[in-house]
């Protein structure tokens, strides 16, 4: 099995775990989006890596992964994540530059320095995004997560997750206060604008729908 687990395989798996793929079927025309190859050689990779015993795949239908291609997703996904975590807790990059180098990283890391990275950074439980990181196990914690857009004037919200793939909103997000492990509290929402007013920190902030799209958060407990 080992040997059939490409890096290409490992972006599969990868892609299709993130569009849901462990609860339910994902359009191939998805996955192509979200990969940035075309429709056939999506077509081609999900016969072979059924095959393999990686997925379920229906023609017309799309793929969900069985219960060894979750395995192997959340191996890979443990590993972006440590390695994201390693780059901007011990190097000092910047949370905006380690997707990409993780992206490249995550399929040269053995299960041995998967283990030696996760004991030196204290077996972490979130990558600097907010994202969880699964256990050595293949657990993952499954949270109730809502887009902070969605959330109106009078509530107080904790940032949780924030969209990893831009690296001028993350920057952007920064230089704002709107990072995990922060309260946020929406004063105002202006519809017509669809402009809110929120409270970060000691100072207001206006920010549209369009500026928040990829934050996620949930009610703060008080």
């Known amino acids: 099995m080992t040997d059939l687990i490409t890096p290409a395989v490992q972006d599969y798996l ?4 993130s ?7 994902v359009s191939p025309n998805d996955i192509a989006s979200q990969l940035e190859v075309k429709a056939p050689s999506v077509t081609g990779m999900l016969k072979r890596m059924e095959t393999a015993g990686l997925i379920q795949y229906g023609v ?3 793929a969900k992964l069985t219960d060894e291609g979750i395995a192997q997703a959340r191996r890979v996904i443990r590993r972006h994540r440590l390695v994201e975590l390693f780059l901007t807790r011990v190097l000092g990059l910047d949370w905006s530059e380690v997707d990409t180098e ?3 990283l995550e399929h040269a890391i053995s299960p041995r320095l998967e283990q030696a990275l996760a004991a030196h950074l204290g077996e972490p439980l979130e990558d600097p995004h907010g994202h969880p990181i699964p256990t050595a196990r293949g657990d993952l914690q499954k949270r109730d997560l809502k887009p902070l857009h969605q959330f ?20 952007h ?8 492990g922060v309260v946020v509290a929406f004063l105002a929402h202006q519809e017509l604008d669809d402009m809110f007013d929120l409270q970060v ?3 207001t902030i206006h920010v549209g729908s369009e500026g ?4 996620r958060g949930e009610i703060a407990i008080p």
């Open 212 to 215: 928040l799209a990829g934050l």
């Open 152 to 171: 109106r004037s009078g509530q107080r919200v904790l940032i949780r997750e924030v969209q990893d793939d831009n690296p001028d909103r993350l920057r």
């Open 201 to 203: 920190g000691d100072r």
């Open 60 to 62: 017309g239908q799309g």
């Open 14 to 17: 990868k892609t299709i775990h």
């Open 19 to 25: 569009l849901g793929g462990a609860e339910h079927m």
């Open 102 to 104: 993780a992206d490249a």
């Open 173 to 180: 997000w920064q230089a704002l206060g709107l990072v995990p």
